[in-house]
């Protein structure tokens, strides 16, 4: 069997070759002394929780015999870390839309976006016969539907979530034009929704209400004509990757994910600062038991204690409903090696890097300010992937260790945290991070990587979007008339 301590001060290794019939799997942690029980179980230099009985030295340490060492709602204080000293060789420029606004894209597309459910079969047809029609349009990457179950029925925080994330997507740069579908009754109606968005540029934005129209997919149709012809006015052109805003997702983690690739997408967001770009951290619930590591990187008080209510807001949120705070990691991240919410988080928070926390913003939220920014959500894939797009992420980096097709609105980066997951599933993955267990340095990845996520946002295609997964999912916390 082979095994990697990844700290000095583990008292477990993580299975890289288990051998024939032992217990511990691929990912999987064994003891590297005796720990007695009540002793703290260490990865990563941290308690990752504590032992419920006596474990020997070789033994497989997993949910049988561990136990978060977590509680509930707690107070903090700010011990600002030493600022991380972000250097890098190299700034490499990118071919992307600049906008009239001066916001820049990495795709020219055409969306049709729903202000309610109830057209959205409607728009499904509209985008299958605009591309049907203006296929062959030059400088347009593609016509698509943004389908969602909501938009009525709904009151107060929801109702306002809704459309703010629509708003959000409306005004995303990836977009070269947009048509806002309404159906004419619904809470979210065209008209209120228009105060939510604020300023637009008519030729950019168009409506359509369905019940004021005899053939609203005809309708459509024409109005798509329009859009489509304005966004092929947009060109490529040199971009500096100081303008990419990029979003850090996981999801189906394993035991390696906190080995591999999350440390590169880590490595990756230290180079991007480096260079005045921006990343974005989210899946809140996922920090828990990592918090005080990016509480404590925080710029300066102020986004300390904004650090400190995205925490204990969620996990009032839980407790609320009198669901345990801790519920966490799934059934897949036990099959994967992970045993409680303190190695998951540890492993997940790795994404951030090593930069400082610059910025916390709410759901729904936009990105402000350079550098490293927290976004509340959940950590559901789905719905954390809308909140990075809508929060104006040009590109999501999703790492994986069990694996997953998720694609959204944006191009959606799948990396591997082993190679076997890589060649086996080569339809869903993108970078296969699991080379750093081969011998390939962490410097020599990184330089790969960001090459690669240069090539994705001036237009090389991602697995999701070749196979046309462009889903998005609001989060809902109130009642449904």
Same mark, same amino acid.
């Given at each position: 069997m082979s095994q990697l301590r990844i700290h000095e001060k583990d008292n477990v290794a993580v299975v890289l070759h288990p051998a024939e019939g032992a217990q511990a799997g691929r990912g999987h942690k064994v003891a590297l002394t005796d720990i007695p029980a009540g002793e703290h179980i260490i990865k990563y230099g941290f308690s990752i929780g504590h032992a419920t009985t006596n474990i020997k030295a070789g033994d497989w340490v997993h949910t049988h015999n561990? &136990?978060?060492?977590?509680?509930?709602?707690?107070?903090?204080?700010?011990?600002?870390?030493?600022?991380?000293?972000?250097? *890098?060789?190299?700034?490499?420029?990118?071919?992307?839309?600049?906008?009239?606004?001066?916001?820049?894209?990495?795709?020219?597309?055409?969306?049709?976006?729903? *202000?309610? +459910?109830?057209?959205?079969?409607?728009?499904?047809?509209?985008?299958q016969q605009a591309t049907a029609l203006f296929k062959d349009t030059p400088n347009v990457d593609g016509i698509f539907e943004i389908t969602h179950p909501y938009g009525c029925s709904q009151l107060g925080d929801d109702h306002n979530s809704t459309q703010r994330i629509l708003a959000d997507l409306v005004c995303h740069p990836n977009a070269g034009a947009v048509l806002v579908v309404g159906l004419g009754c619904e809470n979210n109606y065209i008209a209120d929704f228009k105060k939510v968005l604020g300023d637009y540029d008519s030729e950019r934005v168009k409506f359509l209400v369905a019940q004021e129209v005899e053939d609203e997919i005809a309708a459509g149709v024409e109005l798509l004509g329009e859009l489509v012809k304005y966004a092929s006015g947009f060109t490529r052109e040199v971009c500096?990757? +100081?303008?990419?805003?990029?979003?850090?997702?996981?999801?189906?983690?394993?035991?390696? +994910?906190?080995?591999?690739?999350?440390?590169?997408?880590?490595?990756?967001?230290?180079?991007?600062?480096?260079?005045?770009? +921006?990343?974005?951290?989210?899946?809140?619930?996922?920090?828990?038991?990592?918090?005080?590591?990016?509480?404590?990187?925080?710029?300066?008080?102020?986004?300390?204690? &904004?650090?400190?209510?995205?925490?204990?807001?969620?996990?009032?949120y839980f407790k609320n409903y009198n669901q345990p705070i801790y519920e966490n990691p799934s059934p897949g991240n036990k099959q994967g090696g992970i045993s409680t919410l303190e190695e998951k988080s540890l492993g997940c928070t790795q994404k951030g890097g090593t930069g400082q926390v610059t910025d916390v913003i709410g759901y729904a939220g936009q990105v402000t300010k350079k550098g490293l920014t927290l976004l509340s959500s959940p950590g559901n894939d789905m719905v954390a992937a809308t909140a990075l797009a809508a929060a104006g992420c040009h590109i999501i980096l999703f790492t994986t260790g069990r694996g997953t097709p998720l694609g959204t609105v944006i191009p959606t980066v799948k990396v591997a945290t082993n190679s076997e997951l890589f060649a086996r599933k080569t339809n869903w993955m993108d970078f296969?991070?699991?080379?750093?267990?081969?011998?390939?340095?962490?410097?020599?990845? *990184?330089?790969?990587?960001?090459?690669?996520?240069?090539?994705?946002?001036?237009? &090389?295609? *991602?697995?999701?979007?070749?196979?046309?997964?462009?889903e998005i999912a609001i989060f809902k916390n109130g009642v449904t008339l």
């Open positions: 561990i &136990k978060t060492n977590l509680g509930d709602i707690l107070e903090y204080q700010y011990q600002p870390a030493p600022a991380s000293v972000q250097t *890098t060789r190299e700034c490499p420029d990118f071919q992307g839309y600049r906008r009239q606004s001066g916001q820049v894209g990495v795709r020219n597309e055409v969306w049709i976006i729903p *202000t309610v +459910s109830c057209v959205n079969q409607n728009i499904r047809l509209m985008a500096p990757v +100081s303008e990419l805003v990029i979003g850090l997702k996981c999801g189906g983690s394993d035991g390696f +994910s906190g080995i591999t690739a999350n440390p590169l997408v880590g490595a990756f967001s230290d180079r991007l600062l480096a260079c005045g770009g +921006s990343t974005v951290l989210t899946e809140v619930p996922e920090m828990f038991g990592a918090e005080t590591i990016l509480m404590n990187r925080a710029v300066d008080s102020s986004v300390f204690d &904004k650090t400190v209510q995205l925490i204990n807001d969620f996990k009032a296969d991070a699991g080379q750093l267990l081969t011998g390939v340095s962490m410097q020599q990845l *990184t330089d790969q990587f960001f090459s690669y996520i240069a090539e994705v946002a001036s237009g &090389k295609p *991602t697995k999701a979007e070749h196979m046309g997964f462009r």
